[in-house]
Nanobody, 128 residues
Framework: LPQLVESGGGSVQAGGSLRLSCVDSGYTYGQDVCMAWFRQAPGQEREGVAGIYTGGGAAYYTNSVKGRFTISRDNAKNTLDLQMNSLKPEDTAMYYC????????????????????WGQGTQVTVSS
């Protein structure tokens, strides 16, 4: 079965950086897929952080991470990355990579119910 496997989480102090990576074993080069990073803190709903379409175009970012996080996709390597800079304590959460392989649009807006495949998550903890 195709899998999404995340790595790169950890603990950093506020202002630090982390880079999350997700290997997508279910991707076939040329497919149209909406790929996204979500996060969920204890007691809170899962939030779409950033989304990107494998066919190119503008990426989506939730307002709280704009200018600090960058999502990128390497279709040749089947990887999805999230570069996180200027981290804040409120960024602390479990981060999940997700794929919507039935996507037929051109702008990937991450709504959790649209994504049928999820990774196991990687923890990010930011201390003040």
């Amino acid at each position: 079965l195709p899998q999404l496997v995340e790595s790169g989480g950890g603990s950093v102090q506020a202002g630090g950086s982390l880079r999350l990576s997700c290997v997508d074993s279910g991707y076939t080069y040329g497919q149209d897929v909406c790929m996204a990073w979500f996060r969920q803190a204890p007691g809170q709903e899962r939030e779409g952080v950033a989304g990107i379409y494998t066919g190119g175009g503008a990426a989506y970012y939730t307002n709280s991470v704009k200018g600090r996080f960058t999502i990128s996709r390497d279709n040749a390597k089947n990887t999805l990355d999230l570069q996180m800079n200027s981290l804040k304590p409120e960024d602390t959460a479990m981060y999940y990579c997700a794929a919507d392989r039935s996507f037929r649009g051109t702008y990937c807006y991450p709504t959790a119910n649209d994504f049928e495949q999820w990774g196991q998550g990687t923890q990010v903890t930011v201390s003040s």
